[in-house]
């Protein structure tokens, strides 16, 4: 049988197991002691949306597709018409070539190649790797091309919950990107939004979230999720200084997305300092991860 998502990467270790796709190298389930944690999808079934996704060679929005590189404009498909966005990067429906599948680990690696508005060779190589603490996952992109190539990744995970307004959630940040309602991109950053502030653990009620934090000290972080007798982490290491807090609309999930770059990286504005610029056969890389325990603290 063949999988709309490609080979399904089962891994284990301890209590927990993982499954990574094929397509799109997603994290289309984690569970502990067989409870899955994740909004996903079944392995017979394509995915609904950006559950598990891995977004690069930008996250979020780009304005009107466009951006500078070399001085040269260059336009992107717009993916998000209503807001007219080009949308969490180019690795949507990308077969990844299968490096190592050990027990506990799955390494794989893609090339983008040039196309529309993306005129650069990129290789992209990412381990999904589980221990007896959790998941730690590790993207890493090289340019293989003669110029230099923008580079910024994002993931989206979805965790669900029976009722997200029962969850207490921390998000340990000192600034909030605003955005234009409208359109979701950046103005300004600055102090959080107080209906927005969790850096000491509440409720999240009736909140709608789809704001997006980061520290200028770029130290490492962990955004905790508490409800359901379970507590969830989301961590980072300094590599991913943004992070993106999504509500689901049918409040039954919520993504919480490590991210390398805010929205809108590649112009000039509140984001533009967090983009790589990959020279000739420069490479960066990521790592961010999730551990979780069983009962409430």
Known sequence: MVFPTGEQYEINAGSYSAVITEVGARLRS???EGAELLA?????????????????????????????????EFQLPINEPARNNANHGLNVGLA???????????????????????PRILAVEILHQLNAEGLRVEITATNLGTT??????GAHP??????????????????????????RLPIRLGPIAPAHDFTR???????????????????????????????????GEATTQWVQ?????????????????????????????????????????????VRARGRVQ
């Open 30 to 32: 984690f569970t502990l």
């Open 40 to 72: 996903t999808h079944g392995p017979d079934q394509a995915p609904k949306g950006w559950e598990g996704a891995h977004l690069f060679p930008w996250p979020n929005r780009l304005r009107d597709g466009r951006y500078l590189l070399g001085g040269q």
């Open 96 to 118: 990844w070539n299968l490096l190592a599948h050990l027990g506990d680990s799955v390494r794989q690696r893609v090339i983008l190649w040039p196309r529309r508005g993306w």
């Open 148 to 153: 230099p190539v923008p580079w910024g990744y």
């Open 158 to 183: 979805y965790f669900r919950f029976e009722d997200i307004a029962n969850v207490k959630l921390t998000v340990p940040f000192d600034a909030e990107l605003a955005v234009d309602p409208e359109r």
């Open 201 to 235: 653990p509440r409720a999240i009620g009736e909140t709608i979230l789809d704001a997006t934090f980061t520290d200028p000290l770029t130290r490492d972080w962990t955004v905790s999720l508490n409800g359901d007798d379970r507590t969830i982490e989301v961590w």
């Open 245 to 289: 807090v999504f509500t689901a609309p049918r409040r039954d999930s919520i993504a919480v997305e490590p991210m390398t770059c805010g929205p809108d990286a590649f112009n000039e504005g509140p984001t533009y300092r967090d983009r790589v610029m990959l020279r000739p056969g420069g490479s960066a890389n990521a790592v961010w991860g």
